[in-house]
């Protein structure tokens, strides 16, 4: 059963850096596009950043130029990593893959940006 596992949320004082990671395993499978979303208390859930298997990245206007995303294929994981943070960005943040099997969701991290 294909599972995608987050890591690295937590809490961090505004300006500070966090990094994320998701590994998906599971099975037999390919992961075509990698992505993150976030939904604040309250809020819709957003598209963060995506990447596809070229390494082609797309990001939300709020997080330009402060958050990276970046993959390694070999290790069917995906990677955030969230710099000067604000505390706009607190949220619980969800990876999300597009498999050659279907699309699957993380179960979510927690980030909390204190002013």
């Known amino acids: 059963q294909v599972q995608l596992v987050e890591s690295g949320g937590g809490l961090v004082q505004a300006g500070g850096s966090l990094r994320l990671s998701c590994a998906a395993s599971g099975g037999d499978f390919s992961i075509n596009t990698m992505g993150w979303y976030r939904q604040a208390p309250g809020k819709q859930r957003e598209l963060v950043t995506s990447?596809?298997?070229?390494?082609?990245?797309t990001y939300a206007d709020s997080v330009k130029g402060r958050f990276a995303i970046s993959r390694d294929n070999a290790k069917k994981t995906v990677y955030l990593q969230m710099n000067s943070l604000k505390p706009d960005d607190t949220a619980v943040y969800y990876c999300?893959?597009?498999?050659?099997?279907?699309?699957?969701w993380g179960q979510g991290t927690q980030v909390t940006v204190s002013s």
């Open positions: 999300a893959a597009n498999l050659n099997i279907g699309d699957y």
């Open positions: 990447i596809t298997i070229g390494g082609t990245t």
